[in-house]
């Protein structure tokens, strides 16, 4: 049945409808689209707190590392320092046991 417009009331109801259909699945589709942005932002946040955190224990592990470095350098610089005096000490032992052999073969030969 024509209205005073000149067109179909029925034809009008169903493009309203129509319209309000678009107009909720744009809505859901906004709505769906927001959540998916939530959901993004968490996950990143999640993964730079991982982030950080790895690179704190990072800088901690590097520091350890340094740490234990430097400790196994001044061990092998002492390590060598007692190497060197231990050779020394050697060398004035094996010089004093032949100066004595040296000195005391005439003398034992004397009372043979």
Known sequence: MPDDNGG???EVTQAISEIRE???RID???SNQTQLL???KDSAN???KKADDAEEKAD???TRLDATER???ENDE???EDRVEKRWQWGVIATVIVGLLAAGVPIILAFI
Do not use: F, M, P
Request: a positive charge; zero cysteines.
């Open 46 to 48: 999640h993964a730079r």
């Open 71 to 73: 400790r196994l350098n």
């Open 8 to 10: 179909n009331s029925q």
């Open 38 to 40: 939530t959901e993004i």
């Open 60 to 62: 901690r592990a590097n």
């Open 78 to 80: 002492k390590w060598r």
């Open 28 to 30: 859901t589709n906004q």
């Open 22 to 24: 678009w107009l909720v």
